[in-house]
């Protein structure tokens, strides 16, 4: 996600780290390359020029030049101010009160909506509410039948409109409220028509809708692989209908990302979730600061730790922490933890969201893909649980037997325990324990 950019702007940082003393001329050069790093990322150029000239303004003060570590300081401007673009504090999802909510998405065709409405209704019932979807597109009745699908795979109520309520979309819009207040549904979550381009006919369908249904978020699908014209149509629907929120789509794609990320500064609505793949759970609540640290390169526990608190099992981290403090990590271990990665999703994305650089950063460079995890699960289920116990008993014939048992090859097997031993090495170091010891108490 965003990788360029973060690439690039991590280069800077370092530029100005090597340099010790910040002046006004490497100042200047450092302004430069980031300036480029950001239009090359796609970032809308007004947005540059503000974001540079607050940076120049803030870093040139002489408390920061003074300061013991400038490159520090500016590096926290910097992030301050990515924050700042990316729409400040993070701002939670509306609910009515009284209920229903009403959720209703727009957005130009394929932008996603469909699929978020099916990942939005996913994460509210997560949250013990009890969601009802429904499909509103007045022209292509056949456009109810994905989010039929959608929500017959997640078990989430799902409205059908029939063709005598298609008839008179105003009634229909009546009705379908009326059934989400008196069967008790919160949200309500409405998916609407797309279009290739903003068109004024769409344009009075979603005001009609929103005039009757009066929903608590108009939250506009951004595709963030669509570049300017996504900022450009947030803006066009921002005018003509009047919008409460962002949530952008596909950020996990190669999309260059910057105009993405300009959206919420040059409309001035809040980016609430961001969808980083097609399934129903890729969705990632949007925190401005968080996502500049991570494009920083200064990693984003908080997610992550927020997201192994919610699907580790508490008891197994508590003992895997114990094992940790004593060392006695066996592969055993090993297979667990690629289990759990398993269940949080992507290991690259994982990898991501630690700090680059620093003691990661041989971790990071493990690269084991998503695939391999099934992979190496297979070979540590071809060894005898001594093997697994002591792995420095596993000769040659033992890799080459575990190889043939686990139908992998045999450098994967060796690669595996290569692996297996660097993160043993790397947990010995006092750095680790250090940061291990804030982990679950060992009783
Ligand atoms: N990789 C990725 N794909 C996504 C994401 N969100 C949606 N998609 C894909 O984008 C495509 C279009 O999604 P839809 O949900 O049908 O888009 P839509 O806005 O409802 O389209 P129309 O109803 O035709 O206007 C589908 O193939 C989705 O799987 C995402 O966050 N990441
Ligand atoms: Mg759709």
Redesign the pocket.
């Known amino acids: 996600m965003l990788d360029q950019l973060s690439n690039r702007l991590q280069k800077v940082m370092k530029f100005l780290r090597g340099e010790g003393k910040i002046t006004e001329s490497n100042m200047s050069e450092a302004l430069k390359m980031l300036r480029m790093a950001l239009l090359e990322a796609d970032v809308n150029y007004k947005v540059v020029k503000d974001f540079e000239a607050k940076i120049k303004e803030k870093a040139l003060d002489q408390k920061v030049l003074d300061s013991l570590n400038p490159a520090q300081h500016v590096t926290k401007i910097v992030r301050d101010e990515l924050t700042y673009i990316l729409g400040h504090d993070a701002k939670k999802l509306e609910f009515a009160s009284p209920s229903p909510s009403v959720f209703m998405?727009v957005?130009?065709?394929?932008?996603?909506?469909?699929?978020?409405?099916?990942?939005l209704a996913n994460w509210v019932r997560d949250l013990q509410k009890n969601p009802l979807v429904v499909s509103i597109?007045l022209k292509?009745p056949a456009?109810q039948e994905?989010l039929k699908m959608i929500s017959t795979q997640l078990s989430i109520p799902f409205y059908e409109l029939s063709k005598k309520q298609m008839a008179s979309p105003k009634k229909a819009l009546e009705d379908v409220l009326k059934n989400a207040k008196n069967q008790n549904h919160d949200p309500l979550i409405v998916?609407t028509?797309?279009?290739l381009h903003v068109d004024e006919e769409l344009m009075e369908e979603l005001r009609m809708v929103k005039e009757i249904l009066k929903p608590t978020e108009v939250i506009f699908?951004g595709?963030s692989m669509t570049g300017q014209d996504a900022v450009k149509s947030a803006q066009l629907f921002e005018e003509k209908i009047g919008l409460t929120s962002i949530i952008l789509?596909?950020?996990?794609?190669d999309s260059r990302g910057g105009a993405a990320l300009s959206m919420a500064s040059v409309t001035g609505k809040p980016i609430k979730f961001?969808?980083?793949?097609?399934k129903f759970d890729?969705?990632e609540v949007f925190h401005p600061d968080r996502m500049a640290s991570r494009i920083l390169g200064m990693g984003d526990m908080l997610t992550l730790i927020e997201k192994a608190e919610k699907q580790a099992d508490l008891k197994e981290a508590e003992e895997f922490a114990q094992k940790l403090r004593k060392q006695e990590f066996s592969l055993e271990d090993f297979k667990k933890q690629l289990v759990q990665l398993k269940k949080m999703g992507s290991l690259s994305q994982f990898l991501h969201m630690l700090p680059s650089g620093g003691m990661f950063k041989n971790v990071s460079n493990l690269s084991i893909d998503d695939k391999k995890i099934v992979y190496f699960e297979a070979i540590i289920n071809s060894m005898t649980k001594n093997e697994r116990d002591n792995p420095k008993i596993i000769s040659g014939s033992r890799r080459a037997r575990i190889a043939r048992g686990s139908g992998r090859p045999a450098s994967e097997v060796n690669q595996l325990l290569k692996q297996f031993f660097e993160m043993k090495k790397m947990m010995k170091k006092s750095q680790f324990q250090k940061l291990i010891s804030n982990l679950p108490p060992s009783r």
């Open positions: 998405l957005g130009l065709q394929g932008s996603g909506k469909t699929t978020t409405c099916g990942k597109d292509r456009a994905q998916d028509a797309g279009r699908v595709d789509t596909k950020l996990d794609g961001v969808g980083v793949g097609e890729k969705l």
